[in-house]
């Protein structure tokens, strides 16, 4: 069987129970991540493995074209040694290193893994898996920060020719620059500006793999820190991992069955399944070479088609033996790999990670694998001296932000009593009520109507948000106040919650690197990832 997109939407009903401990989440991932005996008990069972043998030469190897760093590479070294273990997260290779929850992930690994150390008396290393195998472009090519209250944006397009290639076959195109030399005009008039534009500077060069840069930045940034990155899309990882496809392929029916009834039992306790199983091959294949697109192979009859053609189950089967780079992992394979080539005792991801590992368990079983523990990476909202500033003179905390900005607008000046902050309910709630009436009558006609009325909710929404925020500003501007207090909410919303989003899934890291330093954010992030805890923290450097 294959995957399909993560489902984002479905991540937070199992997710929510799974760190409660509640038993239907706790029947399908029995993992306890909260519990430091559960750490334990994880790092016990890793430590009776080994690494893979050609592995940590592996790392060697590619450690090399790093930045120096002579902690990542007494890092590397302790790997080989009887009874390391390792705490795994990774990320797809963002331009400028995408969102900020790229940088929690690698501070949560790097605290978790000093932590496991302390308790077991066994060396444990932290580990980033760059996802380089992964095609998606328009997952990585966007790139927004925030500088001072100012949203900065931009969007790297893409070729033609390399549609579903693998990231670690692209190289970054012209503009790439033409957008560094935007963003470092931004980020010039700052503390840190111009030691962060440099930064960014050596590794994003047009014609360089975005694996490369994103690889050169991170590295740089973790350089005291002892993370190891791991690129699975080279010709000695591929040959490693050639055991696991192989398994991928002879097992496919095996494992489809088992995907299926996982299926059915997260059904059975009122959960989905997070990726989305198809009849297709769990691996990906590159028909025409490693470095051309790649695609899921369909089942058909007994063997499989591509819509570069049709292959039977053992010409798969040689081309694995001949080429294993004519192969890569989906979602749910790459983590066998993983706990294949490592002795994993955690891996660390977001909530929709978390949650399409409670898919595998039957998978790990068949494959003779022991799942690792798998636990929340840490979740930050990250305030800059500039940002917090303006929060104290608004009398508003970093947490306020959580709030609608409708809501703290309300908190900002005696409104007229008829501009309450009940005021928008009143508006909206009325056609809310309507639309939520019709919706079942609209979905038994078209079960497309379903995600028509939700678009029209939000559309309503975003007008009456808009209507609003003018009549606010110009009561306001009458009482002779004047707008400042309006203009500073919305920066400070716009850094730590753009869109009502949060911000670690939002802006890069560079805007409030240029503020404080990145070595301050860095050892502010990696302190604050040590309790375990799931619930987003506040983060001054």
């Known amino acids: ?27 399908l991932l029995p993992a306890r991540p909260l519990d430091p005996l559960a750490w334990d008990e994880a790092a016990a069972r890793a430590a009776r493995r080994r690494t893979m043998q050609g592995v940590v030469p592996e790392l ?86 925030c500088v001072r209250g100012s949203w900065i944006r931009g969007r790297l397009g893409e070729s033609s020719s390399e549609t579903r290639v693998s990231l670690a076959h692209r190289r970054l195109p012209p503009e790439v620059e033409i957008h560094l030399a935007s963003v470092s005009r931004a980020l010039s008039p700052l503390p840190h500006g111009a030691e962060v534009s440099a930064l960014l500077a050596r590794h994003y060069v047009a014609g360089r793999s975005p694996v490369a840069a994103f690889a050169g930045v991170i590295a740089e940034l973790f350089s005291e820190e002892g993370l190891v990155l791991l690129d699975p899309r080279t010709p000695a990882m591929a040959a490693l991992a050639a055991p696991v496809l192989r398994f991928a392929l002879e097992e496919d029916d095996a494992i489809g069955a088992l995907l299926e009834e996982r299926c059915v039992a997260l059904a059975r306790r009122g959960f989905h399944e997070q990726v989305h199983t198809r009849e297709a091959l769990l691996a990906f294949f590159h028909p025409a070479a490693p470095e051309g697109p790649r695609f899921r192979p369909d089942r058909d009859g007994d063997g499989f088609r591509t819509p570069l053609g049709r292959a039977s189950r053992a010409e798969l089967r040689a081309r694995l033996a001949d080429d294993p780079l004519s192969f890569s ?62 929060l104290d003179r608004l009398g508003l905390s970093p947490e306020d932000t959580d709030q609608p900005l409708h809501a703290l607008a309300a908190r900002l ?72 207090p309006l203009e500073a909410l919305g920066q400070v919303t716009t850094a730590l919650r753009p869109a009502g ?35 987003v923290r506040t983060v001054q450097p």
């Open 60 to 145: 060697q190897r590619q450690a090399a074209a790093l930045p120096p760093s002579s902690t990542r590479d007494q890092a590397i070294a302790a790997l080989d040694l009887p009874g390391a273990t390792c705490v795994v997260t990774g990320q797809q290779v963002g331009v400028f290193l995408g969102p900020l929850y790229t940088l929690h992930k690698a501070a949560t690994a790097v605290a978790r893994a000093r932590w496991l150390a302390e308790r077991t008396g066994r060396p444990c290393i932290p580990v980033f898996w760059l996802q380089t195998e992964d095609h998606d472009w328009n997952e990585v090519a966007r790139f927004d920060g």
């Open 1 to 27: 069987m294959g995957t399909g997109t993560v489902e984002s939407g479905m991540a937070s009903d199992f997710f929510a129970q799974f760190i409660a401990g509640e038993a239907d989440a706790a029947s």
């Open 329 to 390: 992992t989906s979602a749910l394979l790459r983590p066998l790999v993983q706990d294949t080539l490592l002795p994993t005792a955690a891996y660390l991801g977001g909530p929709a990670e978390c949650t399409y590992f409670a898919q595998l368990p039957p998978v790990y079983a068949r494959a003779g694998l022991e799942l690792p523990m798998i636990a929340p990476r840490a979740r930050f909202r990250v305030v800059d001296p500039w940002t917090a500033a303006v």
């Open 413 to 484: 000046h005696a409104w007229p009593a008829w501009m309450d902050g009940r005021l928008r309910e009143r508006l909206l709630g009325p056609l809310d009520r309507q639309l939520g009436a019709v919706l079942p009558e609209a979905a038994a006609l078209d079960p497309a109507l379903d995600r028509a009325v939700e678009k029209t909710r939000a559309h309503v929404a975003r007008g009456v948000d808009r209507f609003i925020a003018r009549l606010q500003r110009a009561a306001l501007v009458g009482s002779g106040i004047g707008t400042g």
């Open 501 to 535: 989003r949060p911000q670690e899934r939002v802006h890069g890291f560079w805007g409030i690197a240029a503020e404080v330093g990145s070595p301050a954010l860095i050892d502010s992030l990696v302190a604050a990832a040590a309790p375990l805890s799931p619930e």
